[in-house]
């Protein structure tokens, strides 16, 4: 029993409510260490915790050919060499294809900054609301962005040789560790179970309810990114717009965010549109197609594919982005959602001692 002694009444009475119970402690001392590891340790252990997420999302694959009646070792070799498969068209086919984009992109951004300020002193002619000082201000704000853009690819450059040595460790690395992550699955789970105190209700009702709702919400985020990628790509291809495998991509990958993802990858893609036909009929139908790819996302993919997977609230999903975001950069933007699940599970799961 906790001393009540020198608190006053009322937080005594909530703290034995909810901190009373030693499922509460052992949960609470559970969460502290695994935060801790991923803050202080995130990054030295970052192969093994990208092979823990990579293993967990190819489990529902393994899982399913075991249920059709496949041996559990044949189940996953088919599964990961599925996954290398995928890994070496990445970096083979659409790495080189990204890589050749976004050079084309940077050599064309003079030209691009050039027509926008060209674009921009014109303003005050057109429109008489706008000063000629409103606009020089403006010329000189891009000028310092493109100046500040410079130096960062100087120094990304400086540092790839440095990357591509720690990409080719991640390429090498993570698979191997995804293989007996997949294969040793059973003797993994029971060493770990084994390190955990028996009195462990409350971990195990938040673990599961964390592996319905992730499971389900990762997977289905996946084959929502490659939908809307595939659908953008067709509509930039056919249209004939620059960069439209890299700005697919952006989009695609912008749903992982939601609501703030559509707003950012909107902006780029105005920017190119505009800066390659002006504003004419082909910029009117390009934004008329996204437009219509949003929507249908947002009104047909999503319901379809999640359902009542991840209930969350779209102002609960917005303060997870901000919060996460600004802990742990563009992880914790990434890891958003599924973070904000483990809040609410531990929320549902907090055990809680009935006070008189």
């Not at 997977?219 to 697919?248: C, D, P, Y």
């Not at 001692?353 to 008189?356: C, I, L, M, R, Y």
């Given at each position: 029993?906790?001393?009540?002694?020198?608190?006053?009444?009322?937080?005594?009475?909530?703290?034995?409510?909810?901190?009373?119970?030693?499922?509460?402690?052992?949960?609470?001392?559970?969460?502290?260490?695994?935060?801790?590891?991923?803050?202080?340790?995130?990054?030295?252990?970052?192969?093994?915790?990208?092979?823990?997420?990579?293993?967990?999302?190819?489990?529902?694959?393994?899982?399913?050919?075991?249920?059709?009646?496949?041996?559990?070792?044949?189940?996953?070799?088919?599964?990961?060499?599925?996954?290398?498969?995928?890994?070496?068209?990445?970096?083979?086919?659409?790495?080189?294809?990204?890589?050749?984009?976004?050079?084309?992109?940077?050599?064309?951004?003079?030209?691009?900054?050039?027509?926008?300020?060209?674009?921009?002193?014109?303003?005050?002619?057109?429109?008489?609301?706008?000063?000629?000082?409103?606009?020089?201000?403006?010329?000189?704000?891009?000028?310092?962005?493109?100046?500040?853009?410079?130096?960062?690819?100087?120094?990304?450059?400086?540092?790839?040789?440095?990357?591509?040595?720690?990409?080719?460790?991640?390429?090498?690395?993570?698979?191997?560790?995804?293989?007996?992550?997949?294969?040793?699955?059973?003797?993994?789970?029971?060493?770990?179970?084994?390190?955990?105190?028996?009195?462990?209700?409350?971990?195990?009702?938040?673990?599961?309810?964390?592996?319905?709702?992730?499971?389900?919400?990762?997977?289905?985020?996946?084959?929502?990114?490659?939908?809307?990628?595939?659908?953008?790509?067709?509509?930039?291809?056919?249209?004939?717009?620059?960069?439209?495998?890299?700005?697919?991509?952006?989009?695609?990958?912008?749903?992982?965010?939601?609501?703030?993802?559509?707003?950012?990858?909107?902006?780029?893609?105005?920017?190119?549109?505009?800066?390659?036909?002006?504003?004419?009929?082909?910029?009117?139908?390009?934004?008329?197609?996204?437009?219509?790819?949003?929507?249908?996302?947002?009104?047909?993919?999503?319901?379809?594919?999640?359902?009542?997977?991840?209930?969350?609230?779209?102002?609960?999903?917005?303060?997870?982005?901000?919060?996460f975001g600004g802990l742990w950069g563009f992880w914790g933007v990434f890891f958003a959602i599924p973070l904000a699940t483990l809040v609410k599970a531990v929320i549902h799961a907090w055990p809680r001692?009935?006070?008189?």
């Open positions: 029993m906790i001393s009540k002694q020198g608190m006053p009444p009322v937080i005594s009475r909530w703290f034995h409510k909810y901190f009373s119970d030693p499922q509460a402690i052992i949960l609470v001392v559970l969460l502290l260490v695994g935060f801790t590891v991923v803050i202080y340790m995130g990054q030295m252990l970052a192969p093994l915790l990208i092979s823990v997420v990579v293993a967990y999302l190819l489990e529902g694959l393994v899982g399913l050919l075991t249920k059709l009646g496949a041996r559990r070792i044949y189940a996953v070799v088919t599964v990961f060499i599925m996954f290398l498969a995928l890994v070496l068209f990445m970096l083979l086919g659409l790495l080189p294809l990204l890589s050749k984009q976004v050079t084309q992109l940077i050599q064309e951004l003079p030209n691009m900054i050039t027509h926008g300020q060209n674009s921009l002193l014109q303003l005050p002619d057109k429109y008489s609301f706008i000063s000629e000082a409103q606009v020089s201000d403006i010329v000189k704000g891009i000028r310092s962005a493109v100046g500040s853009l410079g130096q960062h690819v100087v120094s990304w450059s400086l540092a790839s040789i440095t990357g591509l040595i720690i990409l080719g460790v991640y390429v090498v690395l993570v698979p191997v560790l995804v293989f007996f992550f997949l294969k040793d699955k059973d003797q993994l789970v029971k060493w770990v179970t084994g390190l955990l105190p028996k009195d462990r209700q409350a971990a195990i009702e938040v673990w599961d309810e964390m592996s319905l709702q992730i499971g389900n919400y990762v997977r289905g985020k996946f084959v929502e990114v490659l939908i809307v990628w595939v659908a953008t790509f067709v509509v930039f291809a056919v249209m004939e717009m620059q960069f439209a495998m890299l700005l697919s991509l952006l989009v695609g990958l912008s749903v992982i965010v939601p609501y703030i993802g559509a707003i950012a990858v909107t902006i780029p893609i105005i920017l190119v549109a505009y800066f390659q036909w002006g504003w004419g009929s082909d910029f009117a139908y390009l934004l008329f197609a996204y437009t219509v790819i949003q929507v249908i996302d947002g009104n047909v993919l999503v319901p379809l594919l999640f359902s009542e997977a991840v209930n969350l609230h779209p102002v609960a999903i917005i303060a997870a982005v901000l919060v001692t009935v006070t008189e």
